[in-house]
């Protein structure tokens, strides 16, 4: 009997053991156990698109017309351009039909050279002194500087009986190589007609 007894406290005894034993592990994993942070938590931001700019472009007014070539295309005539001074005064004149051409005055500016003239028209009917018909043309012949519509101050229009009074610019600078020179339109009374006025320059 008294064996008995004493197998059953031990079976007891481990049976307590087991569960305390048991109850030890649970601690433990609670303990490991922790609430996740913040940054575990929150998913990642989804990436941002980067943003494309467009380089904006301007046009300034004041220089959407070129300035005006110092020299021709090809040049026929020795020595520099003449850039700067008053290159004729007086009265160049010559008459041809009922057309007076005269020439007043030649100087330059920067390279520019600009033709101080008027027009005298006798001839019965409207002529068209156009701008872009005036030249000057050197003793080579090809050595021409026509004038320039868009920088001159010229009436084109010359009605009978009247006179028209101004100043053509011309494209090109003229070479010392090239003087003395003449200025002419070209189409003064029609097709293929013109007239020209020699300048004495030195």
């Known amino acids: 009997m008294i064996r008995e007894n004493k197998f059953n ?3 007891l005894l481990l049976t307590v053991v087991g569960v305390l034993i048991a109850a030890g592990a649970l601690a433990r994993d609670a303990f490991d156990w ?11 931001a989804s990436p ?26 090809s040049v026929n005539c020795s020595g520099s351009p003449v850039t700067n001074g ?3 005064t007086g009265s160049a004149v010559h008459a041809d039909r009922g057309l007076t051409l ?7 500016l920067g390279g520019v050279w600009k033709v101080d003239l008027s027009a005298r028209n006798e001839t ?20 021409e500087r026509p004038g320039d519509p868009d920088r ?7 009605k009978n009986g009247t006179t028209t009074t101004g100043s053509i610019n011309l494209k090109y ?30």
């Open 173 to 202: 600078s003229i070479e010392s190589g090239c003087l003395p020179m003449k200025a002419e339109f070209l189409d003064a009374f029609g097709s293929a007609t013109s007239i020209s006025v020699p300048i004495p320059l030195q």
């Open 48 to 73: 941002v698109a980067p943003t494309k700019t467009t380089a904006s472009t301007s046009t300034d007014p004041t220089t959407s017309t070129a300035p005006p070539a110092s020299t021709p295309p």
């Open 86 to 88: 008053v290159i004729y």
């Open 9 to 11: 406290s031990v079976i």
């Open 34 to 44: 922790k609430v996740p942070s913040p940054a575990e938590t929150t998913p990642p």
């Open 124 to 143: 019965g009917k409207q002529l068209a002194l156009l701008v872009k018909n005036f030249r000057f043309t050197g003793p080579n012949g090809g050595d």
């Open 102 to 108: 005269t020439i007043m005055k030649i100087s330059v």
């Open 152 to 158: 001159s101050s010229w009436t084109e229009t010359v």
